[in-house]
Structures are given as C-alpha cells and as structure tokens.
C-alpha cells in the first residue's frame, strides 16, 4: 500500500468564483458588470439584496423533522395523485423527475399507485409503493421498497427532494427506463456445470449473471419472450460495455430456453456463504488450466463488482509488475534488490507499510513481504508504457475483449508518466482491476499462457475467446511462480494458506481509496488446478479480509 504527500490544489483569484467578503456581507460579480451583495445574520439565514435592493431570505442550516416530512408528503402526494409535473416541481430536478415520473405511468404502465411514507432517518424518508402493472389486458401487482432523501433547495433553501433515479425504483440508475411490454429477449434457465437449475432463490448474488445470460443467450437458447416490467439500461460509455436490463416483473410468462453454465454447485454455495457473511466482498473462482469459472459472488447482489468492478488492486499487480522486471532484467528471484524505507519518483515519496526496510534482501523476500520500494525504485528504468504493454501483451488485460458470456469488465492498465505510472507498478496509480482480472492473472502466472475466463463455453454461440499476443517465457513463469509459493509458504500470504501447499502460490494486496478510512483488502491465490481472487472493499490488509474467503473456496475445491 503505497504512501504519497499530496499537494493541494491552488485556485487563481482570477479565476475563483467565491464572493468577495466585505465585512458582514458578500459581494458577487454577476453578468454584465452587475453584482450582488449578501448579508450574512445569525441562525445561518442568508438575504440577498439585488440592484434595486430587494432581499430575500434564503434558508439554511440543518433540517428539521418537519420539515423532512412535509417536503417528502409534498412529493408523495403529488405522484400519487397522478400529478407527475406538480410532483417534479417539489424536488431539486423537476426536469429529469418529471421525465421519470411521467414514463412510470405511461412506458411502465403502473396505475393504482399508492404510496405509504415510512419512518424518517436524519433527511431520509423510506417509503411503500404499490400499483398495478397492466398491459394490453394482462394485469398483476406492484410492490416494491424505495426511499428518498430531503435538501434543501439551492435557490431559496425551501426543504425538496433529492432527485435521483433511484427514488422510482431502487434498481434504477441514471439513464435507465422502466418498460412494459414484450420482452427485449426469451427468459433461459440458466444450469450449473452438473445440470442443476441455478436461480437467485438459491443462490441470491447470481442475479446478476442471470440477467447477463439472457440478455446474451435467450434467443439463441430457443425460447419465447413473455409480458414483462424491467428496466432498460442506459447505453454504455463508449469503449465500456453495456449492463444487462433486469426484470422486475413477469405478467406473462415466456417459454424459456436452456443455457449451461461452468458453475461448480458446490462452490457457488461455498463463496455465496463466504461473501454473504463479510460486507462488500466479491470472490472469482477459475480453473486455471481451461478459463473455466466455477464460482463468482457478491455481497451486493445488486452489482456484480466480481465482474465489473473497477477498483485499485494494490499489490496483488505486482504478479503483473514483477513478470515485468524480470523480462527486462531488473529483478530476479534469488538475487539482492534494494527494499529502502522510502523512494521517491515523479515528484512523489512512497514508503512502505509501516515504513519497514530490507537490507541486502532478495527480490523474493521483497515480494513475499510486498516492498512497494522495491518496485518504485525500477521505475527510472522503464518507459511509460511497460506496465501497460507487459498487461496487455502476456496477461490479455486492458483489451476490453473478452467474451466470457455476460458483461465484464477487462481491467485497464493505462499509460502513465511521472509518478502515477510509478504508482501503477504497485497497483494504484490508474490501474483498475475486479477479482475476475486477477483470478486470471495468477492463473497466467501458473500455467504461463493467458487463457480467457468463461462462464459459458464458446462451443454454445461460436464466439472467439480473447488471446494474450505471447506467453511467459519459461525464465518469468519460473521465477514468478517461485515468487508466489514463497509468499504463500513464508510471506504475508502464509497465514491464511496455511496446509494448503505444497502446489499453491498467492499475493495479498491492499489499495488506497480516497475518501475510505480503510484501504480495500485483496487477495488472489491457485492451489492445484484450482485459482481465486476477492476483495473486501474497506477491508484493510488482504491477508486478515480476502485471504480466509479466498482461502476456503481453494479448501472447498478439494
């Protein structure tokens, strides 16, 4: 876990839009050469006084309960009765709410709303919403939980609602629709590896995938759309992948067609149990000798962060950045390599967790204990885009192409200058990655060939999985793989691995987060022919969080 001293950002007094305080007011340069003044009184009430000195009070200050409540009843009352427009005028975006509300009676076909206020929490308000979804006479009920959140509004300080998508629908986001109609796609009854039918029922943090499988297959797979209420996903970023619309309610049934998975049953079970008992974990189980994945969960079953998450991986990349130094002759297994206290570049310090040193230690004891300085201090040695092209070229990573059957995200390595490119080679920096990315990684690293993960196999639709441009050579896969067992035997891997070798290497890995208290804890492993990789976001070190869940799953693989 990399330490930096950050430098604050300076703002010309040119180009600051802050009033100008003049002793108890303010002054605001406006369009034209004209400006405002602002009184500042007590109680934290505002009054802005105009050219033609008007005033006009502007609340502010903390909300009470009252008023929480009324603004929140305002809202309610107004989309309950059928008044979208007068129901968008009580939040803080009547544009976008209205265009929302008006599409939940008219794209989603939702009438008999009825809307229950629930208990307040601070300016949040919890609420009920029933109805009836009813489409070209097919009808059924609506009930579902949401919530929304009071503020106070920017013009006046008059307490509204916080819009935001999710106020409609829990499930929605920006961009997104609620629909009713005929389904965009067959539903498809998705099986385990041995036949078994796989529903979120049994496995609650597959819905995910669910969704992706039919958006993907039910078509392919021979089925039949029915009537449904779902919600149509925004279009993807350019160069990011769209995620899969979700259904949320079925009027008529569609006849289903079958897809069959590389899910284990038995270690679905296991890592649905492991993440379902640790908040905000995600866990990827493989095989590294085919891409096969057996396993994959999430805390949230709402986001499949296992697959699409884009988060920092810490030193679990330093598989990636030591294949790299040993390609290019700067660091090898058994030979000494500088561990200070501290190395700087670009700019920056970076030190070490606990600022630990390694006097004339190897590269290996360098690894096994994650020396960030160790890495930091090879980085004058290497261009701007080594990290990137060793990822891409020998990991398959960055490439936004893999094809493993539902949507994912591919990692990405960017190129980098200055002291974020020396940041990526201990996985901050710009370097984004999700357990799915480094159960692959270690699994490259133990067969020395980059072999795409899948869920489903090509066979089913003819796609092309993605190929890594070479592989590693036989000196890098040696090495490396010495560097991974030596970590899981005697590093900071060692606890949790315990009695699992003598086949297994692994990696921990912690990763800064602006804004966390705690770093997000990672860990990646193999044991036989067997590989995983989780995080536990604000979990701190990967070897106390992600490692026991990692750890377990390769038990429980047998």
């Known amino acids: 876990m990399g330490k930096r001293r950050r430098v604050a950002e300076r703002t010309s007094a040119a180009k600051s839009k802050r009033p100008l305080a003049l002793g108890g007011m303010a002054a605001a340069v406006l369009g034209g050469g004209a400006f405002a003044v602002y009184y500042v009184f007590g109680g934290g009430a505002v009054a802005e006084v105009g050219s033609a000195g008007d005033a006009k009070a502007v609340k502010t200050g903390p909300l009470s309960a009252s008023e929480v409540r009324t603004a929140a009843t305002a809202f309610l009352t107004a989309w309950q009765g059928g008044s979208p427009a007068k129901a968008a005028a009580a939040t803080d975006d009547s544009a976008a709410a209205k265009t929302a509300l008006t599409g939940f009676t008219k794209d989603a076909h939702v009438k008999d709303v009825k809307l229950t206020r629930g208990k307040r929490a601070g300016d949040e308000v919890a609420f009920s919403v029933k109805g009836t979804v009813a489409y070209k006479g097919t009808s059924k009920p609506l009930a579902y939980e949401s919530s929304l959140t009071v503020v106070r509004a920017r013009k006046d300080g008059e307490p509204v609602v916080s819009w935001q998508p999710s106020v409609v629908h829990p499930a929605l986001a920006e961009g997104d629709r609620l629909v009713t109609g005929e389904a965009g796609t067959p539903p498809v009854k998705a099986l385990d590896r041995d036949g078994g039918e796989m529903t979120t029922k049994k496995y609650p943090s597959l819905g995910t995938v669910l969704d992706g499988l039919r958006e993907k297959f039910g078509e392919k797979a021979g089925g039949?759309?029915?009537?449904?209420?779902?919600?149509?996903?925004?279009?993807?970023?350019?160069?990011?992948?769209?995620?899969?619309?979700?259904?949320?309610?079925?009027?008529?049934?569609?006849?289903?067609?079958?897809?069959?998975?590389?899910?284990?049953?038995?270690?679905?079970?296991?890592?649905?149990?492991?993440?379902?008992?640790?908040?905000?974990?995600?866990?990827?189980?493989?095989?590294?000798?085919?891409?096969?994945?057996?396993?994959?969960?999430?805390?949230?079953?709402?986001?499949?962060?296992?697959?699409?998450?884009?988060?920092?991986?810490?030193?679990?990349?330093?598989?990636?950045?030591?294949?790299?130094?040993?390609?290019?002759?700067l660091a090898s297994a058994d030979k000494v390599h500088p561990c200070p206290k501290y190395s700087s570049y670009g700019g920056w310090k970076f030190q070490n967790d606990d600022k630990f040193e390694i006097k004339n230690g190897s590269f290996k004891?360098?690894?096994?204990?994650?020396?960030?300085?160790?890495?930091?201090?090879?980085?004058?040695?290497?261009?701007?885009?080594?990290?990137?092209?060793?990822?891409?070229?020998?990991?398959?990573?960055?490439?936004?192409?893999?094809?493993?059957?539902?949507?994912?995200?591919?990692?990405?390595?960017?190129?980098?200058?200055?002291?974020?490119?020396?940041?990526?080679?201990?996985?901050?920096?710009?370097?984004?990655?999700?357990?799915?990315?480094?159960?692959?990684?270690?699994?490259?690293?133990?067969?020395?060939?980059?072999?795409?993960?899948?869920?489903?196999?090509?066979?089913?639709?003819?796609?092309?999985?993605?190929?890594?441009?070479?592989?590693?050579?036989?000196?890098?896969?040696?090495?490396?793989?010495?560097?991974?067992?030596?970590?899981?035997?005697?590093?900071?891997?060692?606890?949790?691995?315990?009695?699992?070798?003598?086949?297994?290497?692994?990696?921990?890995?912690?990763?800064?987060?602006?804004?966390?208290e705690e770093p997000n804890g990672w860990f990646t492993a193999w044991k036989g022919d067997l590989a995983s990789a989780g995080v536990v976001q604000e979990g701190g070190h990967g070897s106390e969080s992600a490692g026991p869940i990692v750890a377990a799953l390769l038990r429980a693989g047998g």
């Open 224 to 329: 039949k759309a029915g009537i449904e209420l779902r919600v149509v996903r925004a279009k993807a970023e350019k160069g990011k992948k769209k995620t899969a619309d979700k259904t949320l309610l079925e009027l008529s049934e569609g006849t289903p067609g079958t897809v069959r998975t590389t899910l284990s049953p038995t270690l679905q079970a296991e890592a649905e149990k492991r993440v379902g008992a640790t908040e905000r974990a995600s866990v990827v189980v493989m095989r590294p000798s085919t891409g096969e994945i057996l396993a994959v969960a999430n805390s949230n079953p709402n986001f499949n962060t296992a697959f699409q998450g884009s988060l920092a991986p810490g030193s679990t990349m330093k598989i990636v950045s030591s294949a790299l130094l040993i390609d290019k002759g």
């Open 365 to 516: 004891a360098s690894f096994a204990r994650s020396c960030n300085t160790a890495f930091i201090s090879q980085a004058k040695k290497l261009d701007d885009n080594s990290l990137t092209l060793e990822a891409q070229q020998v990991f398959g990573l960055g490439m936004n192409n893999w094809a493993i059957g539902v949507p994912t995200f591919d990692g990405s390595v960017p190129v980098q200058s200055a002291a974020p490119m020396a940041a990526s080679l201990i996985g901050q920096g710009g370097v984004r990655m999700n357990p799915l990315n480094m159960a692959s990684v270690v699994s490259t690293a133990k067969t020395g060939v980059f072999k795409q993960p899948y869920l489903v196999s090509p066979s089913v639709d003819g796609r092309a999985l993605a190929t890594a441009s070479r592989p590693l050579s036989a000196t890098v896969r040696s090495q490396l793989t010495e560097l991974l067992r030596y970590t899981a035997a005697y590093g900071t891997a060692a606890e949790a691995m315990s009695g699992l070798g003598p086949d297994y290497g692994a990696k921990t890995g912690s990763a800064e987060v602006d804004g966390q």
